[in-house]
């Protein structure tokens, strides 16, 4: 497993005053067959199989998609005499986290969280990437992002926090959504997703029975091209190269039973 935690107290009066700004906020159509652009890229898979892998795409303009690790920009509150507990995956992998008040934590690849190991007081962590959480009743819980912040009592929920995206989704009881920039708020319901679009929160509805990435299903409505690539280069730890800028958004899915070929043929064949 490609994960890790450790402890450590640090710039203890810098990170609260960092988290206390942070509060303060809440007030192509191709020329090419799907068949044809398909046997283009097999022999670019065939060769990727090296221990490093990167899996390349030349069909139009460019972009440039690599899965790494982000780095935390949203930091904890926490009181003098606690330490900072700090998980982290890899690509890949996923790991269960048991949180100080018995909640979970169900870490995505490429992804991390931060928080105090005093949770007397306040139940407070921050994110970068994508988690699952299970909280148990009591106190406010805090999920802070660069993008915003999803605050609940006892629920679970799913977020996601990456770049420019930001997507929160209620599985269990109710969780008020708060974006960093735009003074947006919401409150959603189970089945109910709010994403970041620009500067407001969106409400959409999602099938709660339906299988999600905690289960190695990746399904996806009106979602751009890009981010689906991303998400299957954080899952097989590889690096996609995009040579192409297609603006498309994407509705399907991929699963990660299947192997990277595969789950590259379904995204490519239902998206383009």
Request: hydrophobic share 40%.
């Amino acid at each position: 497993m490609h994960h890790w935690m450790y402890a450590y107290p640090y710039r203890k009066m810098k990170m609260m005053n960092k988290f206390q700004e942070i509060l303060k906020s809440w007030e192509t159509p191709m020329s090419k067959s799907t068949e044809e652009a398909w046997s283009d890229i097999q022999p670019k898979l065939a060769a990727s199989s090296q221990k490093t892998k990167v899996v390349q795409f030349s069909w139009k303009p460019m972009v440039s998609v690599a899965a790494a690790a982000a780095v935390i920009v949203a930091l904890v509150m926490f009181w003098p005499s606690s330490e900072l507990i700090h998980h982290e995956t890899a690509n890949g992998n996923t790991q269960d986290i048991q949180l100080p008040d018995m909640s979970m934590a169900h870490l995505n690849a490429a992804s991390s969280i931060t928080y105090s190991d005093d949770w007397g007081k306040e139940r407070t962590l921050s994110l970068n990437g994508e988690a699952f959480f299970e909280v148990k009743k009591g106190s406010r819980f805090s999920v802070v992002t660069e993008q915003g912040i999803v605050e609940v009592l006892g629920t679970s929920f799913d977020v996601l926090s990456r770049k420019n995206q930001f997507r929160v989704e209620c599985r269990t009881g109710r969780v008020k959504v708060s974006l960093n920039a735009g003074k947006s708020e919401v409150e959603i319901t189970p089945g109910k997703a709010a994403i970041m679009d620009g500067k407001n929160l969106v409400i959409t509805d999602f099938d709660v029975n339906q299988a999600d990435w905690r289960n190695g299903d990746f399904n996806y409505e009106d979602v751009a091209v890009e981010h689906v690539f991303e998400e299957i280069a954080r899952q097989y730890g590889v690096a996609v190269e995009l040579n192409f800028n297609t603006g498309r958004l994407y509705t399907g899915s991929f699963k990660k039973n299947q192997s990277l070929e595969n789950a590259l043929r379904m995204v490519y064949s239902n998206g383009f």
